[in-house]
């Protein structure tokens, strides 16, 4: 809601904050909110005044300003920071702002030729700050002589995943010569602006733990994180999960490398209490690993996954009817009929569960998945499909869908964790929408160093939520907005008012490994 305190001259600008406000005009002030700034452990009743762009200053009665916004009631905390969503398009996009993200950045899957995906992105303009990782997988396909499809015959950089999932070269073990020229692939990728290396291992289980050193070298020389799918997820041998992430740990320790491991809570099984172990026990040695997790106990992903064949998922003492094939909607009935879709459409999407929460013994290890301090909130969002036109159109299509994840993630930790189930208090949780993911990245993306923060100087990429009627309302079968997100600037520039979308503005910037600000 705008408002006018008494005797406000509203429309001329004042010099406020001594140094910080200097000469910028206070375009918007955020008045009488709860503020939640994770880096300084602010929480009180104050004001936020933003101008250029930035956080002018923060505290009680900053003066005039062009436009005020009435908080009272409400949280005012920085934007939330998605690490890990292929949802890299306009309607993605603007699902997930409803859902108080303000970047959004896919690095695991990536994508080739990060340059052309940056100016697509720009062209076609971007409600909230994106950004890529180079891809191993594509750059591996590329390297066996598949053709890298340029940006426009995709929406996203996970379609043109999709589409490689029938190409099944790329599965071959690679040749010295190949591993080199994977990586000098992957070190123009950084080059233009790619700000990791995602590496979807859990897709070629087969390759080599050799060409994963490769790639950690590479990332540790050019200052970036490797993010990495763990080759498995089995609860049982030859390969476990747990196995899996202590090549993670052994990979970054030997490179001095940062590694950062995707959705943890989605390929642990029930090797999760050993995996928090080891990672934090590398962790406290000074070993740069870091993780994230999602607050759905169903994932989704390709049905053609190497993870997903009937003996795959025999080893995660999981059986195909665990699997739903979204085009139909079908439970998948048996191992012929997962044979039957896996060969005729390998990159159709699937819900795969993760932990059935009707059983107590999973439902606690998913619990204790979502409470790892250092862990990012991170949603693996997954790009919008409708089968209709106009696929940017506002609001969706009927029939449109994804995992609701997309659209209500981080509304599902402040409303469910937070709020309905006290796992976590709204502070600490914040931190792991906001800070966390800005420092994880702090060292690959300049501009992130201003990012995840309330403070004067900071990008005014804020987010305001009713913390009492934050919800996440997208389920299985309805893509619904999350509820309760109340504004949201992106730059300074408001995305969402009072609730709604402003579906015309596009104040979304690219995050790269060169700039100093978004």
Request: hydrophobic share 40%; with cysteine.
């Amino acid at each position: 809601m705008l408002i006018s305190p008494p005797g406000a001259d509203v429309g001329h600008d004042v010099e406020i904050g001594g140094d910080i406000g200097g000469e910028i005009g206070v375009e918007i002030a955020l008045v009488g909110g709860r503020v939640i700034d994770p880096e300084s452990g602010l929480d009180a009743i104050a004001d936020v005044a933003v101008g250029g762009g930035r956080v002018i200053t923060v505290g009680p009665g900053l003066g005039r300003a062009r436009e005020y916004v009435d908080c009272t009631g409400l949280v005012v905390c920085p934007g939330f920071i998605d690490l890990h969503s292929h949802a890299q398009s306009i309607s993605g996009a603007r699902l997930q702002v409803l859902d108080g993200v303000t970047t959004a950045l896919d690095l695991e899957c990536g994508v080739l030729e990060v340059a052309q995906w940056h100016d697509r992105a720009r062209a076609e303009g971007r409600p909230l700050n994106f950004g890529y990782a180079a891809s191993w997988a594509m750059a591996r396909a590329a390297v066996h002589g598949m053709p890298v499809a340029p940006p426009e015959r995709y929406e996203t950089g996970f379609a043109a995943f999709q589409a490689m999932s029938a190409y099944t070269k790329e599965r071959r073990s690679l040749s010295q010569p190949e591993r080199r020229r994977v990586l000098e692939l992957l070190e123009r990728q950084v080059a233009d602006g790619a700000v990791a290396v995602g590496a979807m291992l859990g897709y070629l289980p087969d390759s080599e733990p050799g060409e994963l050193a490769d790639v950690a070298s590479l990332t540790a020389r050019l200052g970036s994180p490797t993010v990495v799918h763990s080759r498995s997820s089995a609860a049982r041998g030859p390969v476990t999960a747990l196995d899996a992430v202590t090549e993670l740990v052994t990979t970054a320790e030997r490179a001095d490398a940062h590694v950062h491991l995707c959705h943890v809570n989605s390929t642990s099984s029930s090797w999760l209490p050993q995996i928090v172990e080891t990672i934090e026990t590398a962790r406290s040695r000074g070993v740069h690993i870091t993780t994230e997790a999602y607050p759905y106990e169903r994932g989704s992903t390709i049905v053609g996954a190497a993870f997903l064949s009937a003996e795959e998922l025999a080893r995660e003492d999981r059986s195909p009817s665990s699997l739903t094939y979204l085009p139909t909607g079908e439970s998948i009935a048996d191992a012929r009929r997962l044979d039957e879709l896996r060969a005729t459409d390998p990159g159709g999407l699937v819900l795969t569960t993760t932990y059935d929460v009707s059983d107590a013994a999973e439902a606690r290890l998913f619990d204790r998945s979502l409470t790892i301090p250092h862990a990012a909130f991170a949603s693996d969002a997954i790009p919008v499909t409708t089968t209709l036109s106009g696929r940017d159109d506002w609001p969706l299509a009927p029939g449109a869908f994804a995992h609701p994840r997309s659209a209500g993630c981080f509304s599902r930790v402040l409303g469910t964790l937070v709020r309905e189930r006290g796992l976590l208090s709204l502070p600490d949780a914040i931190r792991r929408c906001t800070l966390v993911p800005a420092q994880i990245l702090g060292d690959a993306a300049p501009a992130m160093s201003r990012k995840g923060r309330l403070r004067p100087g900071a990008d005014a990429d804020i987010t305001v939520f009713d913390p009492d009627g934050i919800a996440a309302r997208a389920t299985y079968h309805d893509l619904l907005p999350s509820d309760g997100v109340r504004h949201v600037l992106v730059a300074g520039t408001p995305v969402v008012r009072d609730g709604s979308l402003l579906p015309h503005n596009m104040p979304g910037r690219p995050i790269t490994r060169h700039q100093e600000g978004s």
